[in-house]
């Protein structure tokens, strides 16, 4: 008995982390994806140089947003049953723009060559495709990519004035992009050669260091619905399309705490 007992909370306990939801009545963590645009400017000298071309790199990432909607309802039981209450909270403001520093880099293959720029995350996912630049003598280029950024929101949940018909919800916390690096690529050839032996190097750069985050509003959220409502909050893009499912908390009172 006491072996089924620890299978059953290890199962809750895994469904609870894969699902990226609520892991308990007063916490939320869910990991979301984050629609953003890049816009940058590439310039390349000392194109044959040895051991290679210096690059520098500046532009931006422009972020499409994010809104957490906190949703007051009670469901069922009631003749004259009440209209849930949604209270729109701007987390991401739509089209925010994020600067990416300043920064050069100096290859290692020289003898001018062909370079294309690539979007990974932190641990080196390709987040983009190679996006073809030119060979470095063009000097200047503008490359631009639509993307999503891995994010996280994770938040700290507070409930007061439960039995009034006006409570509150307040949630502490923030969300976290993920870091973003630029992989700039260096070959002898704009084609791969049908007989191999195309020669090949790439540099890093970091657009955005991991732990990038907005806080959350801070002032608590009034509602109603009558008292002590169930809680739900629903993620959303600045254009207001839904990120995954509602997450729900509970009711106004277990939050209380």
Known sequence: MQRVKILAAAMVAILLITSGSALAADKVRKNYDQPAQLTATVQATNCSAVPGPQISLSG???LAGLKT????????????PIEPVVVEQ??????????????????SLGDNPFMWLQLTDHNG????????LGRC???QFSPSATF??????IADVTATGCD???????????????GINGRVIFRNASFPHPRGGVEQSTSELVMLPPGFAFELPQQAVLGGAGTNPLISLQLREGGGEE????IRLGRCAALAN
């Open 90 to 107: 701007v987390v991401v403001p739509q089209g925010q723009p994020v600067g990416i520093p300043g920064q050069s880099i100096v290859g």
């Open 137 to 139: 003598d063009q000097a």
């Open 164 to 178: 009034s018909a006006t409570p509150a919800l307040a949630l502490d916390g923030a969300a976290e992009l993920s």
């Open 69 to 80: 909607d906190v949703i007051f309802s009670n469901p069922g039981g009631s003749q004259n």
């Open 148 to 153: 999503v950024i891995p994010a996280e929101i």
């Open 243 to 246: 990120i995954g499912n509602q």
């Open 60 to 62: 931006q990432i422009t």
């Open 125 to 132: 996912r390709a987040l983009t495709s190679e996006i073809f």
